[in-house]
């Protein structure tokens, strides 16, 4: 399973599990879920979601590392302010905030199940690789910042 590692790059994840949610959707319309079809929640979910990914991507770039998840191992910088002290991976929380907010677009309960699938891929595939090289590269003070922050919240 190690080739898989870091191998699928998480936005396409991300349209990958969009895309299953969408056909569940639209295969199984009995699991429609009418109470919680609100746009606006909707909307409102997936703008948080993208406002954690996004600020967590400018954190990268105003410290000058790599935000790239298919390189970890090119990391100059341990990121630890800003949106980084309350959760070690805003862009994929935003991410799964992101597809919740679809899902409850979708106003299907399968998808809105679905949309949990990116958690235990990514932490699997993403996360714990990238843990290990971040662990490797930064050593104690990587350490140290594990016990203090939570993976995703």
């Known amino acids: 399973m190690r080739a898989l590692e870091l191998l699928i790059p998480p936005p396409v994840v991300m349209l990958l599990v969009g895309v299953i949610m969408w056909l569940l959707a639209w295969l199984f319309p009995a699991l429609t879920l009418p109470a919680i079809k609100h746009i606006p929640i ?5 703008l948080v979601g993208a406002g954690i990914a996004i600020a967590g991507m400018l954190t990268f770039k105003r410290s ?3 935000s790239d998840p298919r ?3 090119q990391a100059s910088t341990l990121i630890t302010s800003g949106v980084y ?3 070690r991976n805003p862009m994929y929380l935003g991410v799964l905030l992101i597809l919740l907010g679809w899902g409850v ?3 299907n309960a399968l998808a809105l199940v679905v949309a949990f699938i990116f958690v235990p891929y ?8 990238e843990e290990r090289l971040l662990q490797n590269k930064f050593g104690a ?8 922050v939570r993976r995703w919240i």
């Open 42 to 46: 909707a909307i409102a979910i997936s």
């Open 64 to 66: 000058g590392t790599t």
């Open 71 to 73: 390189h970890p191992d």
């Open 85 to 87: 002290r309350w959760t």
């Open 105 to 107: 677009f979708l106003d």
């Open 122 to 129: 990514i932490s699997r595939y993403q996360i714990l690789p």
């Open 141 to 148: 003070v990587f350490s140290s910042y594990m016990r203090k």
